[in-house]
């Protein structure tokens, strides 16, 4: 259910005129969405870590990992249940590595730069788990350039990956961005699964999958995207996919649904502003409502917010 408040109609409509930044309606710091009730590891002060040895021991045992500084050729780093990694400051992240999580719940990634994952693996990697929160981190690799396949995706969830909120993100440079739901052959797996909600991310730059979506359900609200290749939104294999208050700006086939997949997706949009670049292709309407409360900020100057408030150093350990 989503019923604009006072404040979003007097924000969005009011500050327009006399300045280039609009008022956010849009709390900065909260968890909305599939992902509700997400803890992660809870509000103690935990162990911070400075090195990559350090990450990986605080890893196996869970609780809350503050990281601080950039950690470099790191591999991949698995999490455990009950667990929330953070960056501390402005300047914290993982490079020429990742985060899986995998068979494990409850778990929150915040704050964290992270650019340049090992050959072939994703950034962060989402299997068979249940309540993650992504907030306020920054995603790339090296540019829509080189082999399409040497890395693999910024953010994926698959097998049955399921209560999902990806919010405040930066998703740029890259091939392949967002992947919920791997192969068009996972029905037994994926069928009820993969509840994602995407919102105030920024895409820009990046040639696909922003994100391509089988078997689930996708509300992406309020986000920004920016010259982005082939393809936006891709919703398949029956997907249900939400979109609104989202400004597409040079996004081909902005939303799609019957790109690749033996069975196109369903969708809905309303309340998006698309340029001339940018134009849906929905074969297939859909039916999602969402019955959790959520704010939004309207497609006219969402980009300008979430060009300031999404990514790294705006929400800080
Ligand atoms: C995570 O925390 C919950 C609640 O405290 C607890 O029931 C569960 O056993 C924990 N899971 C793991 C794997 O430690
Ligand atoms: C992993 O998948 C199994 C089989 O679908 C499911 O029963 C289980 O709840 C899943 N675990 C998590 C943490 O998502």
Redo the contacts with the bound molecule.
């Keep these: 259910m989503h019923i604009p408040t006072l404040a979003t109609i007097l924000s969005t409509s009011a500050l327009v005129a006399s300045s280039p930044l609009y008022r956010r309606a849009a709390a900065v710091d909260e968890l909305v969405g599939y992902a509700a009730g997400t803890t992660g590891g809870g509000s103690g002060d935990g162990t911070t870590v400075s090195s990559c040895s350090e990450l990986t021991a605080a890893a196996k045992k869970g609780g809350v990992i503050k990281v601080k500084g950039t950690l470099k050729g790191c591999g991949i780093v698995k999490l455990t249940s009950n667990t929330s990694v953070l960056g501390v400051g402005s300047d914290a992240g993982i490079e020429e590595g990742g985060l899986q999580i995998k ?3 409850n778990v929150i990634v915040r704050n964290l730069k992270f650019h340049k994952s090992p050959e072939g693996k994703d950034l962060i990697d989402i299997d ?3 309540k993650v929160w992504i907030d306020h981190n920054d995603f790339s690799n090296v540019g829509i350039t080189g082999d399409k396949d040497f890395y693999d995706g910024l953010l994926d969830a698959k ?4 209560s999902l909120t990806f919010s405040w993100n930066k998703f740029h440079d890259h091939w392949k961005s967002s992947l919920v739901g791997h192969s068009d052959s996972n029905a037994a ?1 994926d069928t009820g699964k993969l509840h994602v909600t995407y919102h105030h991310n920024h895409w820009t730059n990046v040639n696909s999958r922003l994100p391509s979506i089988r078997f689930g359900t996708a509300h992406i609200y309020s986000s920004c995207y920016v010259d982005n290749g082939v393809s936006g939104i891709n919703s398949r294999m029956g997907a249900q996919v939400l979109v609104e208050a989202t400004e597409f700006k040079g996004t081909k086939r902005a939303i799609v649904t019957d790109l690749d997949s033996k069975e196109d997706g369903f969708a809905v949009e309303r309340d998006n502003i698309f340029d001339d670049a940018s134009k849906p292709e929905i074969t297939q309407k859909g039916s999602l409502e969402v019955e959790y409360k959520y704010t939004v900020d309207a497609a006219a100057g969402v980009c300008a917010i979430v060009e300031k408030s999404a990514g790294v150093g705006v929400v800080t350990f």
């Excluded at 097998?159 to 399921?162: F, I």
């Design positions: 068979k494990v719940e068979n788990s249940s097998h049955g990956a399921d797996e």
